[in-house]
């Protein structure tokens, strides 16, 4: 028997992919249009939302038991349903530990903790599996960056991931910087969320020809997709394609 709410809008990627791993995407009546992972949900659910709009009227039609949202950028969003009579919840996290409440509260939310519990452990159980293959390597020096005007860096959950998956971060206290350059890194992500990033731009940048990663080669990209949602995509796909990237780095220096 079905218990919790039975008809689920999610206005952001991290709860709709979370309920699809849980086994629970029949609660889901609505997405927001943004969402990429799992490519079924696209085909399955109706788009009500983008991440700072949404359709009130659609997500209203489809009469929802709850609307999940992210952060203060959904907090008008949130408003608006309030005020109609519908119930929201907004989450924010902004950590790895964060993304694990995350999946304990859901799965709480809709009386399936035990499905919750096996999925975080699985997930910790990976995470640690990573760092453990990394531990003994040398840490390369790494700047991510998401954003390219204003440059902006020091994202909470992927600076504990670039640590997990075996590297350092430039910018661990930062949340914008107007320049790498002081810092040296030896690898550079960029994951422009909006937009494709662009190497040969990122390399062109006045003076950033000596920084070790321009002048060694090690400039890649993660699709925002991957690791920019603060959900399980960051912690499956995310955190191994930063794991691949560190063990690329440490071969070319063998």
């Not at 519908?86 to 530990?97: C, G, I, L």
């Not at 600076?159 to 910087?177: H, T, V, Y």
């Not at 394609?241 to 220096?253: D, G, V, Y």
Request: glycine content about 8%; hydrophobic content about 40%.
């Amino acid at each position: 028997m079905t218990t919790g709410p039975r008809r689920i809008v999610c206005l952001t990627e991290e709860t709709t992919e979370t309920l699809y791993m849980l086994g629970e995407q029949d609660r889901i009546v609505g997405i927001s249009g943004f969402t990429v992972r799992p490519p079924q949900a696209r085909k399955e659910k109706p788009k009500v939302s983008a991440f700072i709009s949404a359709k009130t009227d659609k997500i209203l039609e489809l009469k929802p038991d709850l609307v999940l949202g992210f952060s203060n950028l959904q907090a008008d969003i949130a408003a608006d349903l309030i005020r109609a009579g519908v119930q929201v919840h907004v989450f924010n996290q902004r950590t790895v530990a964060g993304i694990f409440d995350m999946i304990h509260m859901l799965g709480a939310m809709i009386g399936e903790t035990a499905k919750a519990a096996a999925l975080a452990e699985r997930l910790r159980a990976d995470l640690t599996t990573i760092e453990q293959s990394m531990h003994s390597a040398k840490k390369p020096r790494v700047y991510f960056e998401e954003w390219d005007e204003p440059m902006i860096s020091g994202i909470g959950w992927v600076s504990e991931l670039i640590r997990i998956a075996g590297g350092e971060d430039c910018f661990p206290e930062l949340g914008k910087e107007s320049s790498a350059k002081r810092r040296a890194p030896d690898i550079i992500v960029g994951s422009w969320c909006g937009k494709k990033f662009q190497p040969d731009k990122v390399c062109a940048r006045a003076g950033w020809d000596g920084i070790p990663a321009v002048r060694d080669g090690h400039v890649y990209e993660i699709k925002s997709c991957d690791i920019l949602q603060p959900g399980p995509a960051a912690l499956t796909d995310g955190v191994r394609q930063l794991q691949a990237i560190m063990q690329k780095w440490t071969e070319t220096r063998a």
